[in-house]
């Protein structure tokens, strides 16, 4: 079969491969016939120069913080400083190895002891692992310990984890990957906990709390140290979700609000690169009691020389190879010693600050479930929109349109028509004015025109791909004969 490439033409060539230094008959020798191809791959035939301008344009279709304003909800898609990069990419760090031996990565050792105290001092924990490869491996480190710790308490019968109805998808599935039984507690009217549905599930089974504070819909939980007394009475212990961090950053720490573990995720609050697939960062912090269970090894400082410390029989062992992502951990200790604590804290305010501009400019076009000042983001409803047959999703595939990255939607799952939109504390009031803009028009599109955006994106590459088969039936690569 004769196959057509929109580039290239038969004969052209962009490379030049060296002769084989071995002989023929040696090759036919060494792999059997069967396995030799017989005819050239079919493959497009093109020049270097095709090839390359083929590849940049494919990369220039991607969408990403550096190329736009990335609103994401719950996943602060902030920029990341390329100083940070530069220093990952040093030699020291760069060419290291796993297996070297202690006397030569001193100072590896010692970034990564440091950026134990800083989480520490950041979170008012008391030590952190840097050992889990993003936050949802956190997660199931830090119930791992509470199951650890309960079972060497000899009480094992401690298998009952709460979870809000806002808490992020990943809490439940690690409550349930570390063997532990999920119960589910609704929201009270203001999208916080309700004490009344927490005190139900209060008993000798009960092992823990998951809470992201702020919460998932941007509400900081106000009653967190009435929660953190009940749940300690019952003799849980509570994990905090720190995917929201950017939230609290050098003003409050889940340490005071009560929480006894908490992972954290560099590759959001801390500015490494998020996305795609990877790689990421969830280090894992706990408060005294929970010292003993964290994963092996762990930095230690004795007599001026660091070294990782094995010797730790209460430890739930390893959760990832070596000891984590450490160019990730590079990246957001740069991050840091450069914000230092003055800036982490201007992080936080120029993140709440930028959220509340923007819900308090677009609640007058969408629905805004929860009418209240927000932390880092807030969630919005399309149910007026929805009214004129236009969904989230047609708005999501409209903002595409004028070149912006849609937000978060249909989730939480408390609210319909869900838009959970987090501006972080990177972008430029013009940034966040034009966006706006945007979503005052799309929301009048909706009213006066709505098959305009029903039938959006009308400008993007691809147009509106099936979702449901592009999930369970994913083209993952070319085929010559599909």
Known sequence: MELIFEQGAPGRTGIRLPAADVPEKEIEQMIPPKYLRLDPPRLPEVSEVEAVRHFVGLSQLNYGVDTGFYPLGSCTMKYNPKVNEEIANLNGFRGVHPYQNEDT????LELLYQMDRYLSEITGMVKFSMQPAAGAQGELSGLMMIKAYHENRGEGHRTRIIVPDSSHGTNPASAQMAGLEIVEIKSSQSGRIDLDELKKNLDGRLAGIMLTNPNTLGLFESDIRKVADLVHQAGGLLYNDGANANAILGIATPGAMGFDVIHLNLHKSFAAPHGGGGPGSGPVGVKEHLVPFLPK????????????????PLSIGRVKAFYGNFGVVVKAYAY??????????RVTEDAVLNANYLMQRLKGYYELPYNQVCKHEFVLSGSRQKEKGVSTEDIAKRLLDYGYHPPTIYFPLIVKEALMIEPTETESLETLDEFIETMIKIAREAAQEPETVIKAPHTTVVGRLDGVKAARKPVLRWKPDA
């Open 297 to 312: 090894p762990v930095v230690e400082l004795k007599e001026g020389r660091y070294y990782l410390d094995y010797d730790r």
């Open 336 to 345: 840091i010693r450069a914000m230092g604590p003055e800036g982490l804290r």
């Open 105 to 108: 990565v001193q100072g590896c």
